[in-house]
């Protein structure tokens, strides 16, 4: 039986800010110290992570990076790393040849241009090998405090379902939530977001009936 489709009702941009607000709110009492799942002493470990992170669960990067970082614990050691060899190292967590790849780039970067330092701007970031606007702001809001909309695949799928965007591009997407978000929560909301898309909302069968924003969410029900 084909499913029925959400109900699109018209909401100005007022209400859908307000109902952001609501569910902004629950989350901040259901996922009140959520937070990044990869495991990361330092921004570097962090965007190192992120970038085995796509296409890849964290649990999976966390096993990895467990022995990687001891491996390579600075830039330099990165960036002079035996290609093969990382790759070997990486293979579990899938597309290991073009992830190896750029984590040569990226650090040789860093080295040569940041003094092995991660930079902490969206545009300097952003020109690193095998990071977009999501690594970025992981990066910049998870460590250095700046604030960002994390579009990860849970943010795409919940904000879309919550119909508080109508966008596929990830980048349209992290700036319809800028505009119902308050800057200062932008992190937090990806963060407790994603922890609802794992633990609730998930991708082939959401479990509406225990959704604690079901009510605020035009899509309860019929996916």
Same mark, same amino acid.
């Not at 921004?43 to 970038?51: F, K, V, W």
């Not at 300097?124 to 999501?134: I, M, Q, W, Y």
């Given at each position: /039986?084909?499913?029925?489709?959400?109900?699109?009702?018209?909401?100005?941009?007022?209400?859908?800010?307000? #109902?952001?607000?609501?569910?902004?709110?629950?989350?901040?009492?259901?996922?009140?110290?959520?937070?990044?799942?990869?495991?990361?002493?330092?921004?570097?470990?962090?965007?190192? *992570?992120?970038?085995?992170?796509?296409?890849? =669960?964290?649990?999976?990067?966390?096993?990895? =990076?467990? &022995?990687?970082? #001891?491996?390579?614990?600075?830039?330099?050691?990165?960036?002079? $790393?035996?290609?093969?060899?990382?790759?070997?190292? @990486?293979?579990?967590? &899938?597309?290991?040849?073009?992830?190896?790849?750029? @984590?040569?780039?990226?650090?040789?970067?860093?080295?040569?241009?940041? *003094?092995?330092?991660?930079?902490?701007? /969206?545009?300097?970031? =952003?020109?690193?090998?095998?990071? &977009? #606007?999501?690594?970025?702001?992981?990066?910049?809001?998870?460590?250095?405090?700046?604030?960002?909309?994390?579009?990860?695949?849970? @943010?795409?799928?919940?904000?879309?379902?919550?119909?508080?965007?109508?966008?596929?591009?990830? =980048?349209?997407?992290?700036?319809?939530?800028?505009?119902?978000?308050?800057?200062?929560?932008?992190?937090?909301?990806?963060?407790?977001? *994603?922890?609802?898309? #794992?633990?609730?909302?998930?991708?082939?069968?959401? /479990?509406?009936?225990?959704? /604690?924003?079901?009510?605020?969410?035009?899509? $309860? *029900?019929?996916?």
């Amino acid at each position: /039986m084909k499913k029925k489709e959400p109900k699109k009702n018209i909401e100005s941009a007022s209400e859908k800010t307000k #109902r952001a607000s609501k569910i902004l709110s629950i989350l901040q009492d259901e996922y009140p110290k959520a937070k990044c799942h990869l495991n990361f002493d330092g921004p570097l470990e962090l965007l190192i *992570g992120c970038i085995l992170s796509a296409q890849c =669960t964290d649990k999976r990067v966390n096993e990895v =990076t467990s &022995g990687l970082f #001891r491996k390579y614990p600075t830039a330099v050691e990165f960036s002079q $790393a035996d290609q093969a060899e990382l790759e070997q190292e @990486i293979h579990s967590c &899938g597309f290991f040849r073009a992830k190896a790849k750029s @984590i040569l780039n990226c650090t040789k970067a860093l080295v040569e241009e940041y *003094g092995g330092e991660v930079p902490s701007t /969206m545009e300097e970031l =952003t020109e690193l090998a095998g990071v &977009g #606007r999501k690594t970025a702001n992981v990066v910049l809001g998870n460590y250095f405090g700046t604030p960002g909309i994390i579009v990860d695949t849970h @943010i795409k799928r919940l904000s879309t379902r919550l119909n508080l965007t109508t966008n596929s591009d990830p =980048t349209k997407i992290e700036y319809d939530l800028n505009e119902i978000i308050p800057k200062e929560k932008w992190t937090f909301f990806s963060n407790s977001l *994603g922890d609802h898309g #794992r633990t609730i909302c998930h991708a082939r069968k959401p /479990m509406c009936g225990d959704c /604690m924003i079901s009510h605020l969410c035009p899509s $309860a *029900g019929l996916v």
